[in-house]
């Protein structure tokens, strides 16, 4: 998997990064929670509201956070377009932003007056949109337990949801509950798309610090690419080799090729390929000299035949099949003409 087509979910995941790892570089991680009591009744700090969702405040939680991103998002972005990625990952934070402020107002007094930092609302979002968008790719069971390829984002979810229980849980339940409000189209969120101008700003100016992401190579060869040099292989027959018999090659065959050389091992190998494989002989030279006994056997078996007739039955014979088959068309052939 790569970011091909995903160029959001790039910046999502390099952004988070890096805005975790400059908070724990300058000590700034005391900024990035969320507290109604005192930072936001007290002291008026509702930039929390948005800055809480930058970045995590420890090493665990943003290592989750980025596996999830890459085994989830990508996909999902690549479901839906990149601008219409980008207008959900927009509505989905700010939706979270309020929903969260008025969990904070009604149950602050039951002692839930804490919000951990980190786009977690945003990444249980998408992870919705994952669950009934993308079909998975293989089922299996473990003890009798049915399981996907799907099953292991969703393993990684639930310990990023239980790592600051209670306020994590409460979080995890938000994103979910967006992302089913986004999915049903309640509040006709999904015609929601970001303004045209921040597009081409974005396309213009942001997309060059992400950069950009090339295909994986893939090639449509059937064979693996060439061993490092000092590992010896038998080179693969091309489409350029001549067809290759079945019989052993005579010395007269390729004068070019010397005794133990590259050219003679790999002649070799195709002879004892295609000995099992069983393919068509070649129409040149090469063909075996058969021996007297297979000769007076078969003229023995088919006394109207000629010798030259015997001879080129046991000649041309394929690997897969007998010389006395051969020898019964040749013998048929030759009755169809007069002798």
């Known amino acids: 998997m790569s970011f091909e087509h995903a160029p959001v979910t790039k910046g999502l995941m390099l952004g988070c990064a890096l805005a975790s790892i400059v908070a724990g ?3 700034l991680k005391h900024y990035l929670h ?11 700090q509702y930039w929390r509201l948005f800055v809480h969702h930058t970045a995590y405040s420890n090493s665990s939680d943003l290592f989750l956070a980025e596996i999830i991103l890459y085994n989830v998002s990508v996909n999902v972005e690549r479901a839906f377009g990149t601008v219409k990625f980008a207008s959900f990952a927009v509505l989905s934070t700010l939706v979270a932003t309020i929903l969260e402020f008025l969990f904070l107002l009604l149950f602050h007094r039951f002692g839930l007056n804490y919000i951990h930092s980190g786009p977690t609302t945003l990444i249980f979002s998408i992870l919705y949109q994952y669950s009934r968008l993308i079909p998975s790719v293989y089922q299996f069971r473990i003890f009798g337990v049915p399981l996907s390829n799907k099953s292991y984002p969703y393993l990684l979810a639930v310990q990023l949801a239980i790592l600051h229980y209670p306020s994590s849980l409460v979080v995890a339940a938000i994103g979910i509950l967006i992302g089913q409000v986004y999915r049903s189209d309640l509040a006709n969120l999904k015609s929601y798309r970001l303004p045209p101008g921040f597009v081409r700003f974005a396309s213009r100016y942001l997309s060059p610090l992400i950069g950009s992401t090339r295909p994986p190579r893939r090639s449509h060869l059937a064979f693996p690419d060439e061993r490092p040099t000092g590992v010896r292989t038998v080179p693969l027959p091309t489409a350029q080799d001549e067809v290759v018999t079945t019989a052993p090659t005579t010395p007269g065959d390729n004068p070019t090729a010397e005794p133990g050389s590259e050219g003679s091992n790999r002649s070799v190998m195709r002879e004892w390929v295609n000995e099992l494989t069983g393919r068509a002989e070649r129409e040149s030279s ?5 021996s007297e006994t297979e000769i007076t056997n078969l003229m023995s078996i088919f006394p109207d035949l000629r010798r030259d007739v015997v001879v080129a039955a046991l000649q041309r014979r394929y690997g897969s099949r007998s010389s006395l088959h051969f020898a019964y068309t040749h013998y048929t052939a030759a009755m169809a003409v007069p002798i």
Request: without cysteine; proline residues 11%.
């Open 34 to 44: 969320l507290q109604l009591v005192p930072h936001l009744s007290k002291y008026h």
């Open 286 to 290: 090469g063909l075996r000299a058969p």
């Open 25 to 27: 570089v300058f000590d």
